[in-house]
């Protein structure tokens, strides 16, 4: 079964150090990854995204993403976190089994509290 | 600048009562998709559309119908409301019937949708 998983729930960190934000997958095949943001009353805001190539993606706002095969893994990192960034945020992955529509399976969401 | 936007941000209705969400995109993308957002549970999809009067299910269908009679327009109907569809309803597009898979998705600002 296709999955995504986010292990944290919340992840807190002060601002100005680096953040990390994880995020594992399991696929069947060549995985296309997805972050998205998601502040207070708002939709989602895509950030980033893998699809070939570079194993380092970098998106909006600072943020990038590594992508690992052999540890399945897109963890997403910034250098210096800002109190701004402070969000719900979703890893994705494109379902294998719906052609290429572009149906995503969504993780549960972390929360990213930045303190000042 | 891309655009999705969803009828009501807040809504509230009885058991029993037929619901209708709307969302319109102007981006003239092919895939639409409606999901809930639930605390814990990230994002799950109810339905998907990958072009007009086409629709199919997505991994919680039950209790909600769909109709794409125009391009951009998707709506998502609650036949007969209950109080476990309480919920956070966001709409999505993207590009792409046959190569969706490589495009993100935009989203709407979300319906909260509280059914008493």
């Known amino acids: 079964a296709q999955s995504v998983a986010q292990p944290e729930d919340q992840v807190n960190v002060a601002e100005g150090n680096p953040l990390t934000v994880k995020c594992t997958y399991s696929?069947?095949?060549?995985?296309?990854l997805f972050w998205y943001v998601q502040y207070p009353n708002r939709g989602l805001q895509f950030l980033l995204k893998?699809?070939?190539?570079?194993?380092l993606v970098k998106g909006s706002y600072g943020f990038e993403a590594e992508f690992n095969k052999s540890q399945t893994s897109f963890h997403l990192k910034k250098p210096s976190a800002l109190v701004s960034d402070s969000a719900l945020y979703f890893c994705?992955?494109?379902?294998?089994?719906?052609?290429?529509?572009?149906?995503?399976?969504f993780g549960q969401g972390t929360t990213l509290q930045v303190k000042p | 600048d891309v655009k999705v936007t969803q009828s009501s941000r807040y809504l509230v209705k009885r058991t029993g009562e037929k619901v209708f969400l709307e969302c319109v995109q102007d981006?003239?993308?092919?895939?639409m998709f409606w999901y809930r957002q639930d605390p814990g549970l990230g994002l799950r999809l109810i339905y998907f559309s990958y072009d007009v009067k086409m629709k199919e299910k997505g991994d919680i269908p039950e209790g909600y119908s769909v109709s794409r009679e125009k391009k951009e327009r998707f709506s998502l109907i609650l036949e007969s409301a209950s109080t476990n569809q309480t919920s956070m309803y966001l709409c999505?597009?993207?590009?792409?019937?046959?190569?969706?898979?490589?495009?993100?998705?935009?989203f709407g600002p979300g319906t909260r949708l509280t059914v008493l």
């Open positions: 696929v069947s095949g060549n995985p296309y």
């Open positions: 999505a597009s993207s590009l792409g019937r046959w190569t969706g898979a490589k495009y993100e998705q935009f």
């Open positions: 994705a992955v494109r379902s294998y089994g719906s052609g290429n529509t572009g149906k995503l399976i």
């Open positions: 893998y699809i070939t190539g570079d194993n």
């Open positions: 981006m003239d993308h092919e895939n």
